[in-house]
């Protein structure tokens, strides 16, 4: 990162689910991740990259337990993404505009410790694989593209560990 480079990113998640055994969750999921990056050289100039990626989708959960407290989980997800990526240079002249769209199936594996009766601690490998169709539009000042993309990929690698995630979950 330049030294006067700016990034911020977040990402928001909102998941509902019902139990309907004692070791079985179904539910729905809504996300939302925002990004900028400000000032960044890409090897030619100096541009503002934004990033906003929405999501919704709907997943099952099941649970194993492995000792007291301790359970390991199992949670595939099928998601509808959105996402928008907008590339301006320092001035604010629109360089390119990439819209993003399709269905994404997901497994995430994860360890669940329970603190209390209804407040879960998580440790989780997210998408440790996906399988997503996309359809890609591509705008900039010169050229208009499309494309259709079949993608599939794991987080499984050297680095994975690099990707855990640490999350709490409320039951009611």
């Given at each position: 990162?330049q ?7 977040a990402?928001?998640?909102i998941s509902?689910?019902?139990?309907i055994?004692?070791?079985s969750?179904y539910?729905?999921?809504i996300?939302y991740q925002p ?46 993404i959105i ?5 301006n240079?320092?001035l604010g002249?629109n360089?390119e505009t990439v ?5 994404q199936l997901?497994?995430?594996p ?8 209804k407040f ?5 490998i ?25 993608v599939?990929?794991?987080s499984?690698?050297s680095?994975?560990?690099?990707f855990?995630?640490v999350?709490?979950r409320?039951?009611f």
């Open positions: 990162m030294s006067n480079q700016k990034e911020k990113d990402a928001f998640n509902i689910g019902k139990a055994k004692d070791n969750v539910g729905i999921n996300s990004s900028t990056i400000k000032n960044f050289f890409n090897g030619a100039a100096f541009i503002n990259q934004k990033v906003n990626q929405y999501s919704f989708g709907a997943f099952y959960r099941q649970y194993k337990s492995l000792s007291k407290d301790f359970y390991f989980f199992i949670q595939p997800e099928a998601d509808y996402g928008k990526n907008t590339v240079d320092t002249v360089l819209k993003v769209s399709g269905p997901t497994l995430m994860g360890i669940s410790y329970k603190i209390f009766n879960h601690m998580e440790i989780l997210p998408n440790i694989v996906t399988i997503q169709y996309a359809s890609k539009k591509d705008n900039t000042p010169t050229t208009n593209t499309k494309q259709k993309t079949f599939f990929k794991s499984l690698n680095s994975s560990f690099d855990l995630g999350g709490f409320f039951i």
